[in-house]
């Protein structure tokens, strides 16, 4: 394939990160923010000027299109995936986004706030990146190529597809989403609408790298029920929760166990937000294990310690309700190994080389897979996400929209060769 031109996916990409659409955990509407939809509404337009077809903005603030297939022959609908909305944690208001051009090497010093500083030291992979262009922020808030870069790729990519119609494919599915961010991507996704047989959600990382792995995650809340009386009269008769909460967080292992002392396969009990008084206490924890297996186990761990506090504290109780969040999609995803075979193929056609990867968190795929739509991730080159620090290469934005190009190629390709 010849070098995919920047103009299809650059100056999309810089102007869809100049909207705000940060999401809010807080919100009790869907979208959670309403100016999450100001990226949408200009999607959809876009899309329709690209010449899709049923292009339609939803009631729940989801964008779906379709680029019809141009085979004969039956390929799987393969869909297209990406969210516009931007993490919490940092603001994504006036976003002032700066071209590196060349990157020799060294810092990179942002200008707004020359605190900020992408160091190889702790960005390794920018030791790849000599000669590339580089995209970051000015330093004063995230850039949002979570997952804007996503956005413009496939976009990127339909519009090579429109203008090279023969290159061949079968139906092409788009989708995005909103409050990705937040754990409700796909709260109102209706997969058997969507119409797609599998899906990829480009949403990943470093260049090369296909996740079909997340979390098994679930919350745990803890309530610790204790004995209150007028504190000038409680001896003997107070039993204070809070001072049971400090004792539950004292029973957790300090080397262990923890998002700060974990890695790669290990997963962890965090315990994130705590609540109460003397007479109720609660402890929010995030449970996280790559498999069913060890999950149980770290909740097995926490009961325990709730039981063994109840038994030391009586009549104080402590105790433990059990909210299943995710589970890990290759579960499913191995059940149609094609999906990320094709994938991995795919990443290889465009001269880099495809390597498996693992995402410790959560994605719209991972759910997904579990509502009948397999859904591995593809990795858009974006780096920091969540941060002041983010960057992607515009080299590595090529290789995704290149990917993506040959992914529905590859499905057209291994769909006519099994009728033969």
Same mark, same amino acid.
């Given at each position: 394939?010849?070098?995919?031109?920047?103009?299809?996916?650059?100056?999309?990409?810089?102007?869809?990160?100049?909207?705000?659409?940060?999401?809010?955990?807080?919100?009790?509407?869907?979208?959670?923010?309403?100016?999450?939809?100001?990226?949408?509404?200009?999607?959809?337009?876009?899309?329709?000027?690209?010449?899709?077809?049923?292009?339609?903005?939803?009631?729940?603030?989801?964008?779906?299109?379709?680029?019809?297939?141009?085979?004969?022959?039956?390929?799987?609908?393969?869909?297209?995936?990406?969210?516009?909305?931007?993490?919490?944690?940092?603001?994504?208001?006036?976003?002032?986004?700066?071209?590196?051009?060349?990157?020799?090497?060294?810092?990179?010093?942002?200008?707004?706030?020359?605190?900020?500083?992408?160091?190889?030291?702790?960005?390794?992979?920018?030791?790849?990146?000599?000669?590339?262009?580089?995209?970051?922020?000015?330093?004063?808030?995230?850039?949002?190529?979570?997952?804007?870069?996503?956005?413009?790729?496939?976009?990127?990519?339909?519009?090579?597809?429109?203008?090279?119609?023969?290159?061949?494919?079968?139906?092409?599915?788009?989708?995005?989403?909103?409050?990705?961010?937040?754990?409700?991507?796909?709260?109102?996704?209706?997969?058997?609408?969507?119409?797609?047989?599998?899906?990829?959600?480009?949403?990943?990382?470093?260049?090369?790298?296909?996740?079909?792995?997340?979390?098994?995650?679930?919350?745990?809340?803890?309530?610790?029920?204790?004995?209150?009386?007028?504190?000038?009269?409680?001896?003997?008769?107070?039993?204070?929760?809070?001072?049971?909460?400090?004792?539950?967080?004292?029973?957790?292992?300090?080397?262990?166990?923890?998002?700060?002392?974990?890695?790669?396969?290990?997963?962890?009990?965090?315990?994130?937000?705590?609540?109460?008084?003397?007479?109720?206490?609660?402890?929010?924890?995030? /449970?996280?294990?790559?498999? #069913?297996?060890?999950?149980? $186990?770290?909740? +097995?761990? &926490?009961?325990? *310690?709730?039981?063994?506090? %109840?038994?030391?504290?009586?009549?104080?109780?402590?105790?433990?309700?059990?909210?299943?969040?995710?589970?890990?999609?290759?579960?499913?995803?191995?059940?149609?190994?094609?999906?990320?075979?094709?994938?991995?193929?795919?990443?290889?056609?465009?001269?880099?080389?495809?390597?498996?990867?693992?995402?410790?968190?959560?994605?719209?795929?991972?759910?997904?897979?579990?509502?009948?739509?397999?859904?591995?991730?593809?990795?858009?080159?974006?780096?920091?996400?969540?941060?002041?620090?983010?960057? /992607?290469?515009?080299?590595? #934005?090529?290789?995704?929209? $290149?990917?993506? +190009?040959? &992914?529905?190629? *590859?499905?057209?390709?291994? %769909?006519?060769?099994?009728?033969?």
């Amino acid at each position: 394939m010849e070098t995919i031109s920047t103009r299809l996916f650059l100056d999309r990409f810089l102007s869809y990160v100049k909207i705000d659409t940060q999401s809010n955990p807080k919100s009790t509407t869907y979208p959670s923010t309403e100016k999450q939809l100001n990226l949408s509404r200009k999607l959809t337009e876009e899309l329709k000027e690209l010449g899709m077809q049923d292009v339609e903005l939803t009631k729940d603030g989801y964008v779906f299109a379709t680029l019809p297939a141009n085979v004969d022959h039956q390929v799987p609908v393969i869909g297209l995936i990406a969210h516009v909305d931007t993490a919490p944690d940092v603001t994504g208001k006036d976003v002032n986004p700066i071209i590196h051009k060349n990157y020799q090497g060294g810092d990179i010093v942002l200008p707004k706030d020359p605190s900020v500083v992408i160091s190889p030291d702790d960005n390794p992979d920018l030791n790849e990146m000599t000669g590339f262009d580089i995209i970051t922020t000015d330093g004063t808030t995230l850039l949002g190529a979570d997952n804007k870069a996503g956005v413009a790729e496939i976009m990127g990519a339909l519009q090579y597809l429109k203008e090279n119609p023969g290159l061949k494919h079968g139906k092409i599915r788009i989708a995005f989403t909103v409050d990705e961010e937040i754990g409700a991507g796909v709260d109102h996704f209706d997969v058997e609408y969507f119409g797609a047989s599998y899906a990829y959600t480009i949403d990943g990382s470093a260049a090369g790298e296909i996740e079909d792995e997340t979390f098994c995650a679930d919350s745990a809340t803890i309530k610790i029920y204790g004995v209150n009386v007028h504190p000038g009269y409680a001896k003997n008769k107070m039993i204070n929760g809070v001072k049971i909460a400090a004792e539950f967080i004292d029973h957790l292992p300090k080397d262990s166990l923890s998002p700060e002392t974990t890695e790669g396969r290990e997963g962890y009990v965090h315990p994130n937000v705590i609540n109460g008084n003397v007479e109720l206490t609660t402890i929010e924890f995030i /449970v996280r294990d790559f498999t #069913m297996e060890g999950l149980k $186990e770290k909740e +097995v761990f &926490l009961q325990n *310690i709730c039981d063994d506090l %109840s038994k030391k504290h009586h009549p104080a109780r402590v105790e433990m309700e059990i909210k299943e969040y995710y589970r890990n999609m290759k579960y499913k995803i191995d059940e149609h190994p094609e999906v990320v075979e094709y994938a991995m193929e795919a990443v290889n056609r465009s001269g880099i080389k495809a390597r498996k990867g693992l995402i410790r968190g959560g994605t719209d795929g991972a759910r997904l897979s579990y509502m009948g739509l397999p859904t591995p991730n593809v990795f858009t080159g974006g780096h920091n996400f969540h941060s002041k620090k983010e960057w /992607v290469a515009i080299q590595d #934005m090529q290789k995704t929209v $290149e990917t993506i +190009v040959n &992914l529905v190629q *590859i499905w057209a390709e291994k %769909s006519e060769a099994a009728k033969h």
